[in-house]
C-alpha cells in the first residue's frame, strides 16, 4: 500500500508541470455559468474535463444534460467511473468514493482590477492566477491528476471504486444537479463523497471542511411610476423606487448586523462547546484579519460572537448589487420607474431556505413603501450543513494529509455554500469529506483569483494518500 502510493506521488512530481500546463488550458475556457453568451465556453470546459477523464482511463465518461423546458439555461453534467476495485482481503467490496468539483467559474468583473487578464493564467510568485485557478477548476484538476497519477502507476487499476461528477452550475445554485441526485441517485452510489472546493484555514495548516452555510439569493423589483419621468417636473409626486428599496434595505437589518426579520432566528442551532473551544484554538489574529484579508477600516457584525462565530455560524444577509436607473457618466436627472436590488442570506443549521424565504417575503411585504409595488422573487437556495467527523473516512482524510504536511488537521467550518453537499447527505446517504487547498487570500469571486501551486501539488499528494489508505 505504501508503495502504491509512493509510486503515484513520484509519478505526480515528475508530471507536475505538465499539469499545471493542462489546467492553464481549461482556465483559458471562460466557462461563466451565469452569463448566458458564455453558454457555449460552459459547454466546451465540460467536454474538456470529460476528455481528460476518458484520456487517464476512466469509464462510463459522459455528459448528462441538465438543461430542461423549466430551465432551458441548464449546463451539463460530466460523469465518469471506475467500479473495478478489488476487495479487501476479508472479502468486503472496495469503497466507492464519488468525487465532486465544479467546472463553471463566476464573472470576473471588475476587470480593470486584474493584474492579468481573468482568462490568460499567468505565474506570478509561485501562484497561479485565474479566474477559476482554485474556485473550483483547479482543485477539481487535482482530483483528475490524483486518478490519473495512481491508475499511470497501478497497471490501469485503482485502489478504491470511483465515480466523478462534475458540474456547471455550482456559481448559480447547483439546481441541476440537485434534480440529477433526486431522480437518479442509484447512479451515483457511493460510501462517501470527496469535495475539494474550500479553503485551509492558514497556509501549511491541512484542513477539513465540516459545515457550510446555506443561502437563500433573491431580488426585489419595486416598481413606482408608469415610465421614467422628469425628477424636477415630477419630483415631489412620484414616487422612487430606489429610495423605496433603501428604505426597505435599511429596514432588514440595525446597525450592529442583527436581521430584522420576525422569526428568522428561531431555528439558529447555536455550535456544541466542544466546537467553540476548538475555533479558540484555532490561530486567528482579528487585527491582521482586518487589515490583510478585509482590508476596511473596522469590521461588522454581531456583538458578542467571535469573526469566527459570525461568518460560519450565524445567518447573515448582503445586498449584491442594484441594477437600474441611470449608471452613466455625470448626471440625468430622472425618477427611474423601476429599480431592482439583488440581496441574498446566509443560512445556519437548523435554517430551511422554504422558511427562511417565506419570513422574509413576508417582512418585505410589510414594510412597502407608499406608492411602490414590490415584487420579492427566489432566484436559488441551498441548505447549511454541518457534516460528522466521526467515521473512517474523515480518519483518511487527516492521516494521509499528516503525511504531507507533517501537521494535524484542523476542522473548521466555512461561511460559503456548496448546495449540493447537504443532498448528498440527504438523497445519498453518505458522509462527505470537504478537502480543501485553497487559502484565505486566493481572492475567490474577487480580482486576482489564484491558487498557490505548492498547494495544488500537495493537494493531489493527499488525495493519492487519501484513495490508498481507503482501499488499503
Ligand atoms: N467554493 C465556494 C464555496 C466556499 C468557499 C465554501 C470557501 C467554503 C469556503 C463555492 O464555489 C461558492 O462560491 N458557492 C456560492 C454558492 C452559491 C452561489 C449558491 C457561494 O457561497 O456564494
Ligand atoms: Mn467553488
Ligand atoms: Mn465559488
Same mark, same amino acid.
Given at each position: 500500500?505504501?508503495?502504491?502510493?509512493?509510486?503515484?506521488?513520484?509519478?505526480?512530481?515528475?508530471?507536475?508541470?505538465?499539469?499545471?500546463?493542462?489546467?492553464?488550458?481549461?482556465?483559458?475556457?471562460?466557462?461563466?455559468?451565469?452569463?448566458?453568451?458564455?453558454?457555449?465556453?460552459?459547454?466546451?470546459?465540460?467536454?474538456?474535463?470529460?476528455?481528460?477523464?476518458?484520456?487517464? @482511463?476512466?469509464?462510463?465518461?459522459?455528459?448528462?444534460? *441538465?438543461?430542461?423546458?423549466?430551465?432551458?439555461?441548464?449546463?451539463?453534467?460530466?460523469?465518469?467511473?471506475?467500479?473495478?476495485?478489488?476487495?479487501?482481503?476479508?472479502?468486503? =467490496?472496495? =469503497?466507492?468514493?464519488?468525487?465532486?468539483?465544479?467546472?463553471?467559474?463566476?464573472?470576473?468583473?471588475?476587470?480593470?482590477?486584474?493584474?492579468?487578464?481573468?482568462?490568460?493564467?499567468?505565474?506570478?510568485?509561485?501562484?497561479?492566477?485565474?479566474?477559476?485557478?482554485?474556485?473550483?477548476? @483547479?482543485?477539481?484538476?487535482?482530483?483528475?491528476?490524483?486518478?490519473?497519477?495512481?491508475?499511470?502507476?497501478?497497471?490501469?487499476?485503482?485502489?478504491?471504486?470511483?465515480?466523478?461528477?462534475?458540474?456547471?452550475?455550482?456559481?448559480?445554485?447547483?439546481?441541476?444537479?440537485?434534480?440529477?441526485?433526486?431522480?437518479?441517485?442509484?447512479?451515483?452510489?457511493?460510501?462517501?463523497?470527496?469535495?475539494?472546493?474550500?479553503?485551509?484555514?492558514?497556509?501549511?495548516?491541512?484542513?477539513?471542511?465540516?459545515?457550510?452555510?446555506?443561502?437563500?439569493?433573491?431580488?426585489?423589483?419595486?416598481?413606482?411610476?408608469?415610465?421614467?419621468?422628469?425628477?424636477?417636473?415630477?419630483?415631489?409626486?412620484?414616487?422612487?423606487?430606489?429610495?423605496?428599496?433603501?428604505?426597505?434595505?435599511?429596514?432588514?437589518?440595525?446597525?450592529?448586523?442583527?436581521?430584522?426579520?420576525?422569526?428568522?432566528?428561531?431555528?439558529?442551532?447555536?455550535?456544541?462547546?466542544?466546537?467553540? *473551544?476548538?475555533?479558540?484554538?484555532?490561530?486567528?489574529?482579528?487585527?491582521?484579519?482586518?487589515?490583510?484579508?478585509?482590508?476596511?477600516?473596522?469590521?461588522? @457584525?454581531?456583538?458578542?460572537? !467571535?469573526?469566527?462565530?459570525?461568518?460560519?455560524?450565524?445567518?447573515?444577509?448582503?445586498?449584491?448589487?442594484?441594477?437600474?436607473?441611470?449608471?452613466?457618466?455625470?448626471?440625468?436627472?430622472?425618477? =427611474?420607474?423601476?429599480?431592482?436590488?439583488?440581496?441574498?442570506?446566509?443560512?445556519?443549521?437548523?435554517? *430551511?431556505?422554504?422558511? !427562511?424565504?417565506?419570513?422574509?417575503?413576508?417582512?418585505?411585504? !410589510?414594510?412597502?413603501?407608499?406608492?411602490?409595488?414590490?415584487?420579492?422573487?427566489?432566484?436559488?437556495?441551498?441548505?447549511?450543513?454541518?457534516?460528522?467527523?466521526?467515521?473512517?473516512?474523515?480518519?483518511?482524510?487527516?492521516?494521509?494529509?499528516?503525511?504531507?504536511? @507533517?501537521?494535524?488537521?484542523?476542522?473548521?467550518?466555512?461561511?460559503?455554500?456548496?448546495?449540493?453537499?447537504?443532498?448528498?447527505?440527504?438523497?445519498?446517504?453518505?458522509? *462527505?469529506?470537504?478537502?480543501?487547498?485553497?487559502?484565505?487570500?486566493?481572492?475567490?469571486?474577487?480580482?486576482?483569483?489564484?491558487?498557490?501551486?505548492?498547494?495544488?501539488?500537495?493537494?493531489?499528494?493527499?488525495?493519492?494518500?487519501?484513495?490508498?489508505?481507503?482501499?488499503?
Amino acid at each position: 500500500m505504501a508503495d502504491q502510493a509512493k509510486a503515484a506521488v513520484e509519478f505526480a512530481q515528475k508530471n507536475g508541470e505538465r499539469f499545471v500546463e493542462e489546467l492553464k488550458a481549461l482556465l483559458r475556457i471562460p466557462s461563466i455559468s451565469t452569463l448566458p453568451e458564455h453558454a457555449g465556453d460552459v459547454r466546451r470546459a465540460a467536454e474538456f474535463v470529460a476528455a481528460e477523464l476518458k484520456r487517464i @482511463g476512466m469509464e462510463h465518461v459522459r455528459l448528462i444534460e *441538465t438543461a430542461t423546458a423549466e430551465r432551458p439555461g441548464g449546463h451539463p453534467l460530466v460523469y465518469a467511473d471506475w467500479l473495478n476495485g478489488a476487495p479487501a482481503a476479508d472479502g468486503k =467490496p472496495a =469503497p466507492t468514493v464519488l468525487c465532486y468539483g465544479h467546472y463553471d467559474v463566476q464573472p470576473p468583473d471588475p476587470l480593470d482590477e486584474w493584474k492579468s487578464p481573468p482568462f490568460e493564467p499567468a505565474e506570478r510568485e509561485g501562484n497561479l492566477y485565474a479566474r477559476g485557478a482554485v474556485d473550483d477548476k @483547479g482543485q477539481m484538476w487535482m482530483h483528475v491528476k490524483a486518478l490519473e497519477a495512481l491508475m499511470e502507476t497501478g497497471g490501469g487499476k485503482l485502489p478504491v471504486n470511483v465515480r466523478v461528477i462534475v458540474e456547471g452550475e455550482e456559481e448559480v445554485g447547483g439546481e441541476g444537479i440537485a434534480d440529477f441526485v433526486r431522480e437518479h441517485g442509484d447512479q451515483l452510489r457511493a460510501d462517501v463523497a470527496l469535495v475539494s472546493d474550500t479553503e485551509m484555514f492558514a497556509a501549511d495548516l491541512p484542513t477539513l471542511c465540516v459545515g457550510l452555510r446555506g443561502m437563500i439569493y433573491t431580488e426585489i423589483e419595486a416598481r413606482g411610476a408608469r415610465t421614467d419621468l422628469h425628477s424636477g417636473m415630477y419630483g415631489g409626486a412620484a414616487p422612487n423606487p430606489f429610495v423605496a428599496l433603501a428604505q426597505v434595505i435599511a429596514k432588514l437589518k440595525d446597525a450592529d448586523g442583527k436581521i430584522l426579520i420576525p422569526g428568522f432566528y428561531d431555528k439558529v442551532q447555536k455550535p456544541s462547546d466542544a466546537e467553540l *473551544t476548538a475555533w479558540k484554538a484555532l490561530p486567528f489574529d482579528e487585527e491582521h484579519y482586518r487589515e490583510t484579508e478585509v482590508g476596511s477600516i473596522a469590521l461588522t @457584525g454581531e456583538p458578542g460572537y !467571535s469573526v469566527l462565530e459570525r461568518t460560519w455560524a450565524r445567518p447573515t444577509l448582503d445586498v449584491h448589487g442594484m441594477p437600474g436607473g441611470f449608471t452613466g457618466a455625470g448626471a440625468k436627472t430622472v425618477i =427611474p420607474a423601476r429599480a431592482v436590488a439583488k440581496v441574498s442570506m446566509r443560512l445556519v443549521p437548523d435554517m *430551511t431556505p422554504a422558511e !427562511s424565504f417565506a419570513q422574509y417575503r413576508a417582512y418585505v411585504e !410589510s414594510i412597502c413603501p407608499k406608492g411602490i409595488v414590490l415584487e420579492v422573487r427566489l432566484i436559488h437556495s441551498g441548505d447549511a450543513i454541518v457534516v460528522s467527523t466521526d467515521n473512517r473516512y474523515i480518519q483518511a482524510a487527516t492521516g494521509a494529509m499528516h503525511e504531507v504536511f @507533517g501537521k494535524e488537521t484542523v476542522f473548521v467550518r466555512g461561511g460559503g455554500s456548496i448546495p449540493i453537499v447537504g443532498d448528498f447527505e440527504r438523497e445519498l446517504k453518505i458522509p *462527505t469529506v470537504m478537502m480543501g487547498f485553497g487559502l484565505p487570500d486566493d481572492n475567490l469571486h474577487a480580482p486576482n483569483e489564484k491558487f498557490h501551486l505548492a498547494n495544488f501539488h500537495r493537494g493531489i499528494e493527499s488525495i493519492v494518500r487519501f484513495f490508498v489508505r481507503l482501499g488499503g
